[in-house]
């Protein structure tokens, strides 16, 4: 666990061993989510990456008979 310390605009840098292993880039877009005492940093994947992960997924839906 690394310590960082918030600038008076309540700013705080990654350290840059975080920043390798997340592979994070500049102006990549974080969500930001308080728990409890606690605030967590997700960084948001572009769209892109989420081609193909439902690849081989079943999409047959069992249907019920129409009814009249």
């Known amino acids: 666990m ?17 920043r390798r292993n997340l592979n994070l880039q500049v102006g990549q877009k ?14 948001v994947k572009p769209v892109k990456t989420m081609r193909g992960f439902l690849r081989g997924i079943d999409t047959d839906v069992p249907r019920e008979a129409d009814r009249v």
């Open 2 to 18: 690394q310590t960082v310390t918030v600038s008076p605009k309540f700013q705080v840098i990654i350290p840059a061993d975080i």
């Open 30 to 43: 974080m969500q930001i989510v308080q728990c409890g005492e606690r605030i967590e940093l997700l960084p």
